[in-house]
């Protein structure tokens, strides 16, 4: 399946979650937020989101200072 | 023509001049503003013109202080921001930088909450003075921004933030500002709060330490309600810390963004 990857098209086994996709990414899911279809998910809704063909995920990474 | 002079409404005559008008209503001004502009004694008014009588040096009443305080906005700005309630999670570099800009520019209500008690570290980029240190810094700002401007509403709350209280602490701000230091932290306070009012914006801060180009640091929305000011990248860390000038970018990028977003434009896009 296919889905929006910020902002570029990225191709997914079907019935990825997201979690698995933060994973295969290397990202910490401590620091970043994660928008799904407009709407940002809480990393304890992040294994059990699958992805679906056609979504668009939006995954902002932050870091510290401020 | 109908003009204003200190917020009051005027009938006067059609070819009048910014001095007669002076004279008439506070001959011991000595700063006349016309439209948000200085102007001289001889330049003749215009029908809806609002005119700011200034005597420097006079402590003026409460209602007219109001009224000089915004002298300088443009006409319609203020009547906005100062309706408005901004939430500020986090009051050290950049939040206690964001707290002032925002009262100087008429924010009506703050509320404001951090845990942290001013140490002599902080001074180095945080809107802070010697004679507040050890004091909680939610109530050491408060009293500097009552300094500046004294109509402006500040909640202080010295508390840890963390998801059970958030949704209570920022259930009237209209827009979150997000003003931690911790990665992990910025994370769950945008989390909880867009959980519990997902159509709020939040304006967060990433990527500002150092001294590198501050031409890096920008205002981006990366997400329906989030726009990120910062280089997006920048870590605190031994050798990259965290210093005046970026921060302070960061932080009037963030006010910036507040402002744009209670006068209806989109923090990022160009003004046409």
Do not use: W
Not at chain 1, 23 to 31: G, M, N
Not at chain 1, 34 to 59: C, F, K, M, S, Y
Not at chain 2, 224 to 248: E, F
């Amino acid at each position: 399946m296919d889905i929006i990857f910020n902002g570029k098209p990225r191709e997914l086994k079907a019935g990825t979650s997201i979690q698995e996709l933060l994973d295969q990414l290397r990202l910490d899911c401590l620091q970043v937020v994660v928008e799904h279809n407009q709407n940002i998910i809480p990393r304890q809704r992040l294994a059990e989101t699958d992805l679906q063909d056609g979504d668009v995920l939006e995954v902002i990474h932050f870091v510290g200072g401020g | 023509m109908q003009i204003k002079v200190n917020e009051q409404q005027h009938t006067v005559e059609a070819d009048a001049t910014a001095g007669a008008i002076r004279d008439r209503i506070k001959a011991d001004a000595d700063l006349i503003i016309i439209n948000g502009f200085p102007a001289a004694a001889d330049k003749v008014l215009n029908n809806g013109d609002q005119v700011i009588l200034i005597r420097r040096g006079e402590v003026p009443g409460a209602d007219e202080l109001d009224a000089l305080l915004t002298a300088r906005h443009t006409p319609g700005v203020h009547k906005i921001v100062k309706g408005a309630t901004i939430g500020i999670a986090g009051v050290g570099g950049l939040g206690s930088a964001v707290a002032i800009a925002l009262a100087r520019t008429g924010v009506g209500h703050l509320i404001i909450a951090d845990f942290d008690i001013v140490e002599p570290s902080n001074l180095n980029r945080q809107q802070y003075f010697m004679d507040q240190i050890g004091l909680p810094k939610v109530y050491a700002l408060r009293d500097t921004l009552g300094r500046i401007n004294p109509h402006v509403r500040v909640t202080a709350c010295h508390l840890r933030l963390n998801p059970s209280n958030i949704g209570e602490i920022f259930g009237h701000a209209q827009v979150l500002v997000e003003a931690f230091d911790l990665a992990d932290q910025k994370v769950m306070l945008i989390e909880t709060f867009a959980a519990r009012f997902p159509d709020r914006p939040v304006v967060t801060g990433s990527g500002m330490a150092g001294f590198g180009s501050a031409n890096t640091i920008s205002t981006h929305q990366v997400a329906r309600n989030l726009y990120l000011c910062g280089d997006g990248k920048t870590a605190a860390a031994p050798g990259t810390g965290l210093m005046a000038p970026r921060v302070g970018v960061a932080a009037h990028h963030q006010a910036n963004a507040v402002l744009r977003l209670l006068l209806g434009e989109a923090p990022e896009a160009e003004r046409s």
